[in-house]
Protein backbone atom coordinates (compact mmCIF):
# COMPACT_ATOMS: atom_id res chain seq x y z
CA UNK A 1 0.00 0.00 0.00
CA UNK A 2 1.06 3.14 -0.56
CA UNK A 3 -0.62 6.65 0.76
CA UNK A 4 -0.50 9.83 -0.69
CA UNK A 5 -1.27 13.52 0.80
CA UNK A 6 -0.90 16.36 -1.74
CA UNK A 7 -0.56 19.62 -0.16
CA UNK A 8 0.00 23.83 -1.50
CA UNK A 9 -3.16 24.78 -3.55
CA UNK A 10 -4.76 27.91 -2.78
CA UNK A 11 -5.93 30.17 -4.36
CA UNK A 12 -3.40 33.00 -6.25
CA UNK A 13 -4.07 35.53 -9.53
CA UNK A 14 -3.18 34.78 -13.20
CA UNK A 15 0.61 35.32 -13.94
CA UNK A 16 1.34 33.83 -10.26
CA UNK A 17 3.15 31.04 -9.09
CA UNK A 18 2.50 27.96 -6.95
CA UNK A 19 3.80 24.88 -5.76
CA UNK A 20 1.78 21.70 -4.86
CA UNK A 21 3.58 18.68 -2.66
CA UNK A 22 2.90 14.87 -2.56
CA UNK A 23 3.87 12.69 0.21
CA UNK A 24 4.07 9.42 -0.06
CA UNK A 25 3.99 6.78 2.97
CA UNK A 26 4.04 3.31 3.03
CA UNK A 27 5.61 1.04 0.46
CA UNK A 28 7.28 4.03 -1.35
CA UNK A 29 10.09 1.77 -2.54
CA UNK A 30 8.19 -0.20 -5.01
CA UNK A 31 6.46 2.59 -6.71
CA UNK A 32 7.64 2.72 -9.98
CA UNK A 33 5.72 5.88 -11.44
CA UNK A 34 3.97 8.87 -9.99
CA UNK A 35 2.39 11.62 -11.85
CA UNK A 36 -0.25 14.99 -11.44
CA UNK A 37 -3.81 14.98 -12.76
CA UNK A 38 -6.50 17.41 -12.22
CA UNK A 39 -9.86 17.55 -12.19
CA UNK A 40 -11.95 20.89 -12.88
CA UNK A 41 -15.83 20.61 -12.11
CA UNK A 42 -17.83 18.78 -15.32
CA UNK A 43 -15.06 17.33 -16.10
CA UNK A 44 -13.03 14.54 -16.65
CA UNK A 45 -9.76 14.17 -14.81
CA UNK A 46 -6.74 14.78 -16.62
CA UNK A 47 -3.38 14.43 -16.79
CA UNK A 48 -1.21 17.10 -16.00
CA UNK A 49 2.59 16.07 -15.36
CA UNK A 50 4.25 12.23 -14.80
CA UNK A 51 7.56 10.84 -14.11
CA UNK A 52 9.12 7.05 -14.41
CA UNK A 53 11.54 5.37 -12.36
CA UNK A 54 11.33 7.54 -9.99
CA UNK A 55 13.16 5.41 -7.28
CA UNK A 56 16.09 4.26 -9.64
CA UNK A 57 16.65 8.15 -10.76
CA UNK A 58 17.06 6.95 -14.60
CA UNK A 59 13.86 7.95 -15.76
CA UNK A 60 11.79 10.35 -18.02
CA UNK A 61 9.08 13.18 -17.22
CA UNK A 62 5.98 14.02 -19.62
CA UNK A 63 3.85 16.90 -19.68
CA UNK A 64 0.93 18.21 -20.89
CA UNK A 65 0.55 20.24 -23.66
CA UNK A 66 -1.51 22.48 -21.39
CA UNK A 67 1.44 22.87 -19.07
CA UNK A 68 4.35 22.29 -21.25
CA UNK A 69 7.32 25.49 -20.35
CA UNK A 70 4.97 26.28 -17.32
CA UNK A 71 4.97 23.39 -15.04
CA UNK A 72 7.88 21.25 -13.57
CA UNK A 73 8.23 18.12 -11.69
CA UNK A 74 10.62 17.83 -8.73
CA UNK A 75 11.24 15.21 -6.38
CA UNK A 76 12.66 14.76 -2.85
CA UNK A 77 13.73 11.03 -3.05
CA UNK A 78 14.64 11.78 1.14
CA UNK A 79 11.65 13.43 2.22
CA UNK A 80 9.81 11.10 -0.51
CA UNK A 81 8.20 13.99 -1.61
CA UNK A 82 7.12 14.97 -4.82
CA UNK A 83 6.37 18.71 -6.22
CA UNK A 84 4.83 20.17 -9.38
CA UNK A 85 5.82 23.83 -9.73
CA UNK A 86 3.27 26.19 -11.83
CA UNK A 87 4.47 29.08 -12.97
CA UNK A 88 2.61 31.73 -15.25
CA UNK A 89 -1.08 30.05 -14.03
CA UNK A 90 -3.74 30.51 -15.89
CA UNK A 91 -7.27 30.59 -14.89
CA UNK A 92 -7.78 27.36 -16.83
CA UNK A 93 -5.65 25.75 -14.40
CA UNK A 94 -7.98 25.82 -12.20
CA UNK A 95 -9.21 22.78 -10.85
CA UNK A 96 -8.63 19.78 -7.79
CA UNK A 97 -5.07 18.78 -8.22
CA UNK A 98 -4.36 14.94 -7.63
CA UNK A 99 -1.26 12.76 -6.64
CA UNK A 100 -1.25 9.28 -8.15
CA UNK A 101 1.58 6.53 -7.79
CA UNK A 102 1.59 2.78 -9.25
CA UNK A 103 4.21 -0.03 -8.62
CA UNK A 104 3.99 -1.36 -11.65
CA UNK A 105 7.23 -1.16 -14.17
CA UNK A 106 7.11 0.04 -17.86
CA UNK A 107 4.23 2.79 -17.62
CA UNK A 108 4.28 6.32 -19.16
CA UNK A 109 1.74 7.38 -16.71
CA UNK A 110 -0.61 9.54 -18.82
CA UNK A 111 -3.66 7.62 -18.10
CA UNK A 112 -5.42 7.35 -15.06
CA UNK A 113 -5.99 4.19 -15.59
CA UNK A 114 -2.41 3.16 -14.89
CA UNK A 115 -2.31 4.56 -11.46
CA UNK A 116 -3.69 2.23 -8.32
CA UNK A 117 -3.21 4.71 -5.57
CA UNK A 118 -4.64 8.40 -5.75
CA UNK A 119 -4.19 11.51 -3.12
CA UNK A 120 -7.31 13.01 -1.93
CA UNK A 121 -7.02 16.24 -4.01
CA UNK A 122 -5.77 20.07 -3.40
CA UNK A 123 -7.98 22.49 -4.79
CA UNK A 124 -6.10 25.07 -7.28
CA UNK A 125 -7.85 28.44 -8.12
CA UNK A 126 -6.65 31.14 -10.63
CA UNK A 127 -8.63 34.04 -10.51
CA UNK A 128 -8.50 36.74 -13.58
Known amino acids: QVHLVESGGGLVQAGMSLRVSCAAS????????MGWFRQAPDQEREFVAA???????????YYADAVKGRFTLSRDNAKNTLYLEMNNLKPEDTAVYYC??????????????????WGRGTQVTVSS
Open 51 to 61: ITAINWNSGST
Open 26 to 33: GRTSDVYV
Open 100 to 117: AADQSWGRIGKSVREYRY
